[in-house]
């Protein structure tokens, strides 16, 4: 009863560490896929700013082409708009509306009721000139933004520093399109003007552009459904680190809104809950983002009912097989002490891959061919271990970074790619300016910019997930050792036990009947109702004897001392006895000669795959062959049922199946699994044989059991 209670204990705990790893390592993607996509979006608006910078004007149709490209439905969902807010003086006001008003460019009747909004006279206005898509933000053009002090607040710290300047609170748009955005600017300067100092940025200052982000499209799009039906997550904006989490911070709840779906147990108590609270950098201002989880949701079904299946099991266990297992106290101390080492090896082999997962670096680059100048985010200048560049980068600079034993594969990729348009997609090395090597996944595309013919790729860091993989390879290794390891400890375990049954008690009680059955010989004439009571007894040390023999069957049917042969040809016959099926055996003539750990396994494996065809097959006709093929042992089990569903294959219940499969695989065998719905099934097992095997050829049908 102690060792069921530490058993329940040490399942429960191990349960709780794999379900907090997980939740972990969600947190950890979710966080990652967050930052990347306000990092994308944060360079749309950055590319937008971009656009101003190509002319001395920007012209409305213009711009609707560019946001176009864009395809910011499919491509930036979480997007809104991109608008052009141009600052106006007042003295520029009356001629600035006439202008909008007569623009043609898009539509011919131009803007005839376009005015600033809202009405009122102020020293300069910061107008919505540009916005797009058109059809959807119609509210906001020509509204100006600095009508609000808090806004014209942030516009002027923007244009004073040449930062990008964040709304930090939740904006309700009103209209047909009604949604939460949260909104983001980046300032304008006159081409040509210096700005090096804040006077001369202030001189230069000729608006801003900027974003609009539906919140809601945003989180959803970046975090998948799977995660946010399990985890919680709240998303606050605390200024520049120094505000709190709270109700008017918050900008985000995935278990709010009616797209929103509420992950379950929520309410539970802390200590059933799982919860991680991380911050993000957007722009000049910090994200901090709270994920809360239950326990329970981390796990499946079957590891939330298995710590208590442990403890009934045992319990029912100790109850009843107590008298039986009283003499084997020390062995199972034994049994106990290697389940504790094997959960240590375990727990260790799971930090391990825990540690192993880091989440993949991601940058961008541009490269244009005419002239060999790339452009490149700051992720991978720090992919390439390097501080960003005075000046900017060229192909020579990037191709230098690639290993020199890569560096030909990867021209001869990007000469390809440039001149017949495929995409190239390659992992290779890198070499960081301190001389370390690292693994990327480089993925190059052709793209154009007007007229101009650009290579546009990405790098990411892929030298974590390769460690990944060798470190999952090991712990696979190690595990299938365990379980080869443990087979044979529970084989040795229940031959012994059967043998001590034998000699101990079986010797026993063939004593006692000997001794009874003297006593009924001897009260037969002189004490008949003594003579019917030593009788009983007699009935019930046969009882006893018939359940010690199918207990030691049981534990290891003696037949398999006789061969491996005789010990298939008693369980075929079991089999039909117990059953009634008809069961066919075709085994070669001659002795399959095999060591003992093989003869044991497919024993097992014969008895567990018999085992299924009772519980699930509903066959009436079952084949079992056995024959030597090359070096190999062959058996094959083929049945007539309805076979095995590809759903039920997969099942994480199906442990029939995987303890076959773990068995074949201890003996570097080969498990093959041949069936279709209303089909049968066919499960065939190749077992490699030692050095000396009999060559064991053609079929003999040994007994057809009709």
């Known amino acids: ?16 560490q794999r379900s907090q790893a997980e939740f972990e390592y969600r947190v950890e993607n979710a966080q990652l896929s967050i930052q990347n996509r306000v990092r994308s979006y944060v360079d749309v608006l ?26 910011l439905q499919q491509t930036f969902p979480g997007i809104t708009n991109l608008n052009y807010a141009r600052r106006v003086t007042r003295e520029e006001k009356a001629a600035f509306e006439e202008a909008v008003r007569a623009d043609t460019r898009i539509d011919k009747r131009g803007y005839p009721n376009f005015a600033v909004k809202p009405a009122g006279n102020r020293p300069e206005y910061h107008v919505i000139t540009y916005i797009e898509p ?79 982000f539906d919140i809601n499209k945003l989180m959803l799009g970046a975090v998948d459904k799977n995660t946010l039906d399990r985890i919680r997550l709240r998303l606050y904006d605390v200024g520049r680190g120094d505000g709190s989490a709270s109700a008017e911070t918050l900008l985000f709840d995935s278990s709010a809104g009616p797209e929103a ?81 094997m959960t240590k090896d375990l727990r260790a082999s799971e930090a391990s891959l825990a540690e192993a997962q880091h989440m993949a670096r991601l940058g961008s680059w541009v490269l244009d061919p005419s002239n060999g100048s790339m452009s490149w985010t700051a992720e991978t200048y720090r992919i390439f271990g390097m501080d960003r560049f005075n000046a900017t980068p060229t192909q020579l600079d990037f191709i230098h970074r690639i290993h020199e034993s890569d560096r030909a594969h990867v021209e001869e990729g990007l000469e390809k790619c440039l001149a017949s348009g495929i995409e190239f997609d390659t992992e290779h090395r890198i070499t960081q300016v301190d001389g370390s090597v690292r693994w990327v996944h480089t993925i190059c595309r052709l793209g154009y910019s007007g007229s101009t013919r650009l290579l546009r790729g990405t790098i990411m860091d892929v030298t974590e997930r390769k460690d ?21 400890v529970k084989e040795d375990e229940r031959k012994r036990i059967a043998r001590e049954i034998h000699d101990e008690l079986g010797q026993t009680l063939l004593a006692l009947r000997i001794d009874v059955s003297m006593l009924d010989a001897r009260t037969g004439q002189s004490h008949p109702r003594l003579n019917e009571k030593v009788r009983g007894a007699l009935q019930h040390i046969d009882a006893t004897v018939r359940t010690i023999r199918t207990i030691i069957n049981n534990l290891r049917p003696a037949v398999l001392d006789l061969g491996l042969n005789a010990a298939i040809e008693w369980q075929v016959a079991e089999f039909r006895r117990r059953t009634g099926i008809e069961c066919e055996l075709r ?17 097992r494996i014969l008895q567990e795959s018999l085992t299924n065809v009772i519980r699930h097959a509903q066959a009436t006709h079952v084949v079992i062959e056995l024959y030597q093929e090359d070096k190999r042992l062959v058996m094959k089990i083929t049945d007539n049922g309805i076979g095995i569903y590809p759903e039920t294959r997969k099942s994480s219940n199906s442990f029939g199946l995987v303890g076959v499969e773990e068995r074949v695989n201890a003996l570097n065998g080969e498990f093959i699994i041949t069936s279709a719905p209303g089909k049968g099934t066919m499960l065939t097992i190749y077992i490699p044989l030692e050095s000396g095997g009999q060559d064991l050829y053609g079929f003999k049908l040994v007994d057809s059991g009709r």
């Open 468 to 488: 990944t993989m060798e470190a999952l390879k090991r712990s696979q290794e190690l595990l299938r050792e365990l379980t080869a390891h443990q087979d044979r």
């Open 1 to 16: 009863m102690a060792v069921s209670l530490v058993l329940y204990l040490l399942v429960e705990q191990a349960i709780t």
């Open 134 to 212: 058109m059809e959807t933000n119609l509210v906001s053009f020509g509204f100006d933004i600095a009508s609000n002090a808090v806004v014209a607040n942030s516009l002027d710290v923007s244009r004073d520093s040449g930062r990008l300047a964040s709304s930090g609170r939740l904006i309700h748009i009103t209209g047909p399109y009604q949604h939460v955005a949260l909104a983001m600017r980046m300032p304008l300067y006159q081409r040509g003007m210096p700005t090096g100092t804040v006077a001369e940025r202030r001189r230069a200052y000729v608006g801003s552009v900027g974003a609009g």
């Open 261 to 341: 779906t509420p992950a379950h147990g929520l309410d539970a108590p802390d200590s059933r809950l799982f919860v991680k609270r991380v911050s993000m950098s957007v722009g000049p201002r910090v994200w901090s983002a709270e994920f809360t989880a239950h326990k329970s949701s981390m796990m499946n079904s079957f590891e939330a009912y298995l710590p208590w299946l442990v403890l009934a099991t045992g319990l029912a266990a100790s109850l009843l097989l107590y008298g039986v297992y009283y003499s084997l106290a020390t062995a199972r101390r034994r049994s106990v002490e290697l389940a504790r080492e």
């Open 587 to 603: 085994m070669g003539e001659a002795e399959i000669v095999v060591d003992d750990m093989r003869a044991t396994s497919l024993f």
């Open 46 to 71: 950055r590319g937008a700013a971009a656009l101003f910078h190509t002319a001395d004007e920007i012209t409305r149709d213009q711009f609707r082409a560019y946001v176009r490209e864009l395809n």
